[in-house]
């Protein structure tokens, strides 16, 4: 038998926290063969709740689910820790300027790179959740500078998700037969949503989903504003924003990075750029990767049109400012 996996959920008596956990004791995240150990953080005023979590995890007999540690001490939810996944962070409440949304977060993603960076296992993978996604990924790794910068990623898989899910709903074909959409650039309104490359598998074959939904208008507009603006939507209909789909997109954003992603498929993650398709170095972006032994690797060469550049250097620039912001909140 395996040997336990510690995964880290911070945030843990949140929303998604609620949804994750059992997901991850189920084997969702890791496989149904790995035992896991699950360590919850989340602060003092959901203490109590965080417990009450603890104790549904008992009652629910999980077969992998080897213990469970669930603190508000930041040094002893890191303990050691094989995959973070930082879902805790300070939302942006009405009349709230993004400044101080920024300097809040800023403060928790310094310190707690801190704190994996000296008590997590070596060669620990983080998933940034939290919102602003991409720009608390940079700060976690501005601050753990012994942790390599590709362990450290940002959570798009669930636009990515609802990028397949609407192709899929167009074409009323299922949305496994849908892959290798993109999403490029900040988990935020200007992320561009891109089928340029995205290939669909009917009884006549694979074919380029631009063929196959065979109105660019539509592509190029709604399909787009629709990703973009699915929290919103979901916000709007739920009282309450995504949590379901994003827990699952932050599975299957560790399986494939672990697990690997199958032949011939890419995913969107959240990574820091190397530079790839005029990128700026020094930014957490989304690209499309493939993942193999435990590390994610940016597919090159894709052809990028006119409409593409200019939604993709948008978001590009969206982050920059995000950055200079995050900056301007350290001193
Ligand atoms: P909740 O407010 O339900 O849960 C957040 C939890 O974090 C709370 O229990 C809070 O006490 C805890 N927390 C606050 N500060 C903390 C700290 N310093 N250390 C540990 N825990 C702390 O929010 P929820 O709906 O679960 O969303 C969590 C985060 O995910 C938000 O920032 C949200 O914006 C972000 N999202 C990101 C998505 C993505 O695709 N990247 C999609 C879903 C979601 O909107």
Redesign the pocket.
């Known amino acids: 038998a395996k040997n336990p996996l510690r995964v880290l959920v911070?945030?843990?008596?949140?929303?998604?926290?609620y949804a994750l956990v059992p997901m991850i004791a189920r084997g969702i995240m890791l496989g149904p063969d790995q035992p896991v150990i699950l360590h919850m953080?989340?602060?003092e005023?959901?203490a109590e709740?965080l417990n009450g979590v603890k104790m549904e995890l008992i009652d629910a007999a999980f077969p992998l689910l080897k213990g469970i540690v669930a603190t508000t001490d930041?040094v002893e939810a890191c303990k050691d820790v094989n995959i973070a996944v930082m879902?805790?962070?300070?939302?942006r409440k009405e009349g709230m300027e993004r400044k101080d949304v920024m300097s809040k977060n800023v403060s928790?993603y310094k310190?707690?790179a801190s704190a994996l960076e000296k008590h997590a296992a070596p060669n620990c993978k983080v998933l940034v959740?939290?919102?602003p996604?991409n720009t608390n990924a940079l700060i976690l790794k501005e601050f753990a500078p012994s942790i390599p910068a590709k362990n450290i990623t940002?959570?798009?898989?669930?636009?990515h998700n609802r990028a397949m899910g609407q192709i899929s709903e167009r074409l009323k074909v299922h949305v496994s037969d849908v892959k290798n959409v993109i999403i490029w650039g900040n988990?935020s309104s200007t992320q561009y949503p891109d089928v340029n490359h995205a290939t669909v598998t009917t009884s006549k074959g694979e074919k380029p989903v631009r063929e196959a939904v065979a109105d660019d208008n539509w592509l190029n507009t709604e399909f787009i504003t629709t990703v973009q603006q699915r929290?919103a939507a979901i916000i709007k209909a739920r009282k309450?924003?995504?949590?379901l789909s994003?827990a699952s997109?932050a599975c299957d954003h560790i399986r494939d990075w672990v697990l690997g992603t199958p032949k011939g498929t890419w995913v969107s993650m959240g990574v820091y750029s190397d530079g790839s398709y005029g990128i700026p170095e020094g930014l957490i972006y989304s690209f499309p990767v493939t993942c193999e032994k435990g590390e994610w690797s940016i597919v090159k060469g894709l052809k990028v049109d006119e409409f593409s550049r200019a939604k993709m250097d948008a978001t590009a620039e969206e982050l920059a400012e995000e950055k200079t912001l995050a900056y301007s909140c350290l001193n």
């Not at 879902?87 to 939302?91: I, T």
């Open positions: 911070t945030g843990a008596a949140g929303q998604i926290g953080l989340d602060i005023p959901a709740a930041v879902v805790g962070g300070f939302p928790i310190a707690q959740v939290a919102n996604a940002c959570l798009t898989r669930l636009d988990h929290g309450l924003s995504s949590a994003a997109s």
